[in-house]
């Protein structure tokens, strides 16, 4: 049996709000161990799209998904979390009285954890790509399929067909346009359910003859060795049209699962976790949720909401942790013991 792994808190998701939550925790003197079953931080901002342009995190006018986690590893650094990249939490053991939480967790790599206090800070779970009921689409997957974009200079050059529409398609039609030799977008129907801006510039880009769009669905792949050469679009009305095509981005969705977590006898709402706004707990003392996993009225399903969420959950932790303690509530900009901290002369 392995040596068991002591720690204030362990945090499950090492996303862009899980490692804010190391920074909020770090202020306080509270130690983290992250646990995220990818091979390297980031969540989906680093999984799916790195190279993305992100727009809503303040002080920044536009930051990609691979830049704000370099950003945010940079940010919680003077606090030395310790990571355990490619793992899944299996178990959870409830040791302390709720007064006084104490848990104890397992990962799937064996590892054991006690700790007081768990914050789940894992997106919306585990999350695996829709695939489109395409015949024979498992062939080109990972070879001109691609659920995701890690490089966009993957794609310079290329037809390219995004077939969605919802913010990732739209998206991606956009910055892809200056990339390939050719997008050509692809819905069943001409409404979306994207931000408003980026339907209007696609619709500009299309009226310029800058992108392809065409109305239907994908029915045919052609091509030979998992490289696609074209496909075939179908219409409402059965016709269907040729499309030139070297590489093919699906956007359908995500589906989410809470995995061993659903276990944990978590008050649960549609798969999300309730949670109350003054401290993002959860009906488990000791447990919080924050980002996109946790649930309650008004929910925007943002990261700078996460970044709010775990500056508050942290106040709670601190109750946790530190029961014998008084916290006083101190700016960054005034504290000489906080600038210590970070580093700051």
């Known amino acids: ?122 997106g919306g779970g585990s999350f695996q790509p829709k695939k489109p009921p395409i015949a024979g689409i498992d062939s080109y997957e990972g070879k001109s399929v691609f659920y995701a974009v890690r490089k966009m200079e993957d794609f310079r050059d290329k037809n390219v067909v995004i077939v969605g529409g919802g913010d990732s398609a739209l998206d991606w039609t956009l910055n892809l346009a200056n990339v390939a030799k050719r997008v050509t977008l692809i819905h069943r129907r001409d409404s979306f359910r994207a931000a408003p801006h980026s339907v209007n510039a696609m619709k500009e880009l299309a009226a310029a003859g800058k992108i392809g769009f065409l109305l239907g669905q994908v029915s045919e ?41 659903a ?38 399903k943002l990261i700078l909401s996460g970044f709010h969420e775990g500056a508050l959950a942290a106040q709670k932790v601190h109750r946790y942790v530190y029961p014998e303690k008084r916290l006083l509530f101190q700016y960054t900009t005034s504290s000489t013991s906080l600038q210590k901290k970070l580093g700051v002369n």
């Open 1 to 122: 049996m392995s040596e068991v792994i002591k720690t204030d808190v362990v945090i499950v998701g090492a996303g862009p709000v899980g490692l804010f939550a190391v920074f909020e925790l770090g202020l306080l003197d509270i130690k983290a161990h992250l646990i995220d079953i990818l091979s390297k931080p980031g969540g989906q901002c680093s999984e799916l799209y790195p190279e993305k342009p992100i727009y809503d995190i303040p002080a920044f006018p536009i930051v990609t998904g691979q830049q704000l986690t370099d950003n945010l590893l940079e940010q919680i650094a003077p606090f030395s979390p310790t990571f355990h990249y490619g793992e899944q939490v299996e178990s959870l053991e409830t040791l302390g009285a709720p007064e006084a939480p104490l848990f104890r967790v397992k990962t799937d790599a064996g590892e054991t954890f006690e700790c007081k206090v768990i914050i789940i800070a894992a």
């Open 221 to 261: 792949l052609h091509g030979e060795n998992g490289q696609l050469s074209s496909i075939g679009v179908k219409a409402d009305d059965g016709t269907v049209t040729p499309v030139d095509c070297d590489r093919m981005l699906p956007f359908f969705g995500l589906t989410m699962k809470l995995g061993p977590i």
């Open 263 to 300: 276990d944990w006898g978590l008050n649960l709402h549609e798969n999300l976790i309730p949670v109350d706004t003054e401290k993002f707990e959860t009906n488990v003392p000791g447990i919080f949720a924050i980002g996109d996993i946790n649930y309650y009225p008004g929910k925007l």
